[in-house]
């Protein structure tokens, strides 16, 4: 009698979508992520072939799932937008984050930030960006061959892959889109929209006027028996 042997398969392998860890330690910490993500969504809104995400899971290695980091924000240049539970690298052709921003808060030690910075370097990041509110200091990364390098002069330092500008002020960290355009928050976002809006009413509402103050003067030249056709 032949036997026969069935190929052995191999387990699959489940790839958490979360780290158990909360996106941020305080309202600070959660605001900060949020203005650089959705601004950044903004700035690249038009590109279908660049995605944004806060606080995502990327995992760098197939079959490695201890292999992993979730950056505050982090930018992929060449993948498309879309719903992603986790980033897989292998499965989005490879291609690696070339910009991450973490914020620093009070859950933040120094050797935890080491780590991050040691896995940044080792699986390529090419822009690596850390903004303590609290001191109102900004510290970057560059990549310089295999190595990520400090920037020694961070204040007006423009991106070389977003293309956004940085200031540090004497009470905050002002970021500016490649037109000038300035970094804001979702409710100042809300409230120039707010204005926008009502400008426009009002612009409306005085072409209206003009309309009808035309109109109430062809009425009176008709009442008074001029030929509105020979003027």
């Given at each position: 009698?032949?036997?026969?042997?069935?190929?052995?398969?191999?387990?699959?392998?489940?790839?958490?979508?979360?780290?158990?860890?909360?996106?941020?330690?305080?309202?600070?910490?959660?605001?900060?992520?949020?203005?650089?993500?959705?601004?950044?969504?903004?700035?690249?809104?038009?590109?279908?072939?660049?995605?944004?995400?806060?606080?995502?899971?990327?995992?760098?290695?197939?079959?490695?799932v201890k292999t992993r980091q979730a950056p505050?924000?982090?930018?992929?240049?060449?993948?498309?937008?879309?719903?992603?539970g986790s980033?897989?690298?292998?499965?989005?052709?490879?291609?690696?984050?070339?910009?991450?921003?973490?914020?620093?808060?009070?859950?933040?030690?120094?050797?935890?930030?080491?780590?991050?910075?040691?896995?940044?370097?080792r699986h390529g990041v090419e822009e690596y960006y850390i903004h303590n509110p609290d001191t109102i200091e900004l510290t970057g990364f560059i990549r310089e061959q295999e190595w990520l390098e400090e920037i020694e002069e961070i204040n007006n330092w423009v991106s070389p892959c977003l293309g956004i500008r940085f200031e540090l002020t004497s009470d905050n960290l002002e970021i500016y889109y490649p037109d000038g355009r300035k970094f804001l928050t979702?409710?100042?976002?809300?409230?120039?929209?707010?204005?926008?809006?009502?400008?426009?009413e009002?612009?409306?509402?005085?072409?209206?006027?003009e309309r009808q103050n035309y109109q109430d003067l062809l009425a009176k030249l008709q009442a008074k028996g001029i030929d509105i056709n020979t003027l």
């Open positions: 009698m032949v036997q026969q042997l069935t190929p052995e398969t191999k387990p699959e392998i489940i790839y958490p979508d979360s780290d158990e860890n909360p996106m941020a330690d305080n309202t600070e910490h959660y605001e900060w992520i949020v203005k650089i993500k959705e601004n950044l969504e903004i700035l690249f809104a038009a590109k279908n072939d660049v995605f944004i995400a806060g606080d995502l899971l990327w995992y760098p290695v197939e079959g490695n505050d924000v982090m930018v992929i240049i060449g993948r498309p937008k879309g719903r992603r980033y897989k690298q292998w499965e989005e052709n490879n291609i690696i984050p070339q910009v991450v921003f973490e914020i620093l808060s009070p859950g933040n030690r120094t050797k935890e930030m080491a780590k991050k910075l040691l896995f940044y370097q979702s409710l100042e976002l809300n409230q120039l929209a707010e204005q926008e809006h009502q400008r426009a009002q612009e409306y509402q005085r072409a209206e006027q």
